[in-house]
């Protein structure tokens, strides 16, 4: 084949895959991204107006509330919020500035630093969940039939963990606490947490 038919021949597929027609199982995906973005910036948009927070660092709060003694590795929660270790270190530093969450050494690991919740971040939690829920059951909920609600959680639980990292677990900093189960009601949730016994 000359150049020039090989540039024709290229021609000729690249015009015919312009007019093939979609893959229609694309569909779903497109509408899971548009949702997924417009929900998000919703949620996001409500609690900066009526809490002062955004929506990345709501999640923050909420998962060291369910943590164990209401702390986290700096590593353990940027997995949880899939950021970057750069980006969780600016989420947290925020939150440290606003007095709602402490950073302190890793006592098992120099190089470690984790997160811990205060009591004024799980005051702010409580406060802005009941916006995040609103918002949860407005713009989410409120869209789907209770039908469907069963199917939603089964498919996306399926796509979410054939999608999980397998990484290792980071160490505990205090592996030798011992944990005793209690819990923080946060506007007409429970976010399961221990307290830690010396």
Request: aromatic share 4%; glycine share 6%.
């Amino acid at each position: 084949m000359t150049g020039d038919q090989a540039t024709m021949t290229q021609g000729v597929g690249a015009a015919a895959a312009r007019r093939a027609p979609r893959d229609v199982r694309l569909a779903p995906w497109r509408a899971f991204v548009i949702a997924h973005a417009r929900v998000r910036r919703r949620l996001d948009d409500d609690l900066r107006v009526e809490h002062g927070l955004s929506l990345p660092e709501y999640e923050a709060l909420l998962f060291l509330a369910e943590a164990a003694d209401r702390r986290l590795r700096m590593s353990q929660l940027a997995d949880s919020l899939i950021l970057s270790r750069s980006g969780v270190t600016r989420l947290v530093d925020r939150l440290v500035d606003d007095g709602l969450v402490e950073r302190n050494q890793c006592a098992t690991d120099a190089r470690g630093a984790e997160a811990l919740l205060t009591d004024a971040g799980v005051d702010r939690l409580r406060s802005a969940a009941r916006t995040h829920l609103r918002g949860i059951r407005d713009y989410f909920l409120d869209a789907i039939e209770a039908a469907d609600l069963g199917a939603i959680e089964r498919v996306l639980g399926e796509v979410a963990a054939r999608n999980a990292r397998n990484a290792a677990p980071a160490p505990n900093c205090f592996p030798d606490v011992s944990s005793t189960a209690t819990t923080i009601a946060i506007a007409g949730t429970t976010a399961a947490r221990g307290t830690s016994r010396n």
